[in-house]
């Protein structure tokens, strides 16, 4: 790959116009041309994608179920840890004042960057390569989604999923809170005590950091051994 490569390129996608990424990345703090309207566009292909996926590989849930599993997968705290695992938020141009407070680890921020950059894929290269670049980032989020429980948020799916297992219920702890008042970022860890496991998740409030490390903890007991 050329060193200059490696900037016009995410998700598996090298763009072919690497003024359509930096744009993307460009928050309204930083000045004109920002993402805005490309994270307009990626909000609307993003519930596209999910909606398609989970029209095909749900053949038998019905309407309500395939809205609130959408619901989930494209909500801003699932959105922003997609971006974290793409190290979006070291890539972001914030203005002066949204870099003091952090913003780039603000899940509004990190999850408007992603829909940004899934829109700016489809305009440098058309559906099929945004869908190819945009449907693996949700693949392990759609297959931890349990029959029965579509729409459940997961602290109430890991609740359920240790009763029903008659096992002690999990802990949340808060580990760290950072930014300035009108933008904080909470960081928490989830631990189960059987099985012993646990995982940490951020977000915007204590809330959405617990549901964050409630997900993590529920994918890997999705993907533990039987």
């Not at 894929?121 to 559906?127: C, N, Q, R, T, V």
């Not at 860890?189 to 059987?194: G, K, V, Y």
Request: hydrophobic share 45%.
């Amino acid at each position: 790959m050329r060193s200059t490569d490696a900037g016009a390129r995410i998700a598996g996608h090298l763009f072919r116009d690497p003024a359509l990424l930096a744009q993307a990345l460009t928050h309204r703090s930083a000045g004109a041309p920002h993402n805005e309207r490309l994270e307009f566009l990626g909000d609307a292909l993003v519930g596209l994608i999910v909606a398609e996926a989970l029209y095909l590989r749900w053949p038998k849930a019905d309407e309500g179920a395939m809205t609130r599993a959408r619901a989930e997968l494209v909500r801003e705290s699932s959105l922003a840890r997609i971006a974290r695992s793409l190290e979006l938020g070291a890539r972001i141009t914030l203005g002066p004042g949204e870099m003091k407070s952090g913003g780039h680890r603000r899940d509004s921020i990190l999850s408007d960057a992603l829909e940004a950059v899934i829109g700016a894929i489809y305009l440098d290269a058309g559906f099929e390569a945004c869908r190819a670049a945009a449907l693996p980032l949700f693949e392990t989020a759609i297959a931890a989604l349990p029959a029965g429980g579509f729409g459940k948020d997961p602290k109430t799916r890991l609740q359920e999923w240790l009763q029903a297992r008659q096992r002690p219920l999990p802990g949340y702890e808060l580990l760290s809170e950072s930014g300035e008042e009108h933008a904080r970022t909470f960081h928490v860890r989830c631990l189960l005590s059987e099985p012993a496991l646990e995982a940490e998740g951020s977000g915007s409030s204590r809330r959405a950091a617990e549901q964050e490390a409630a997900a993590a903890v529920l994918l890997k007991l999705e993907t533990m051994k039987p």
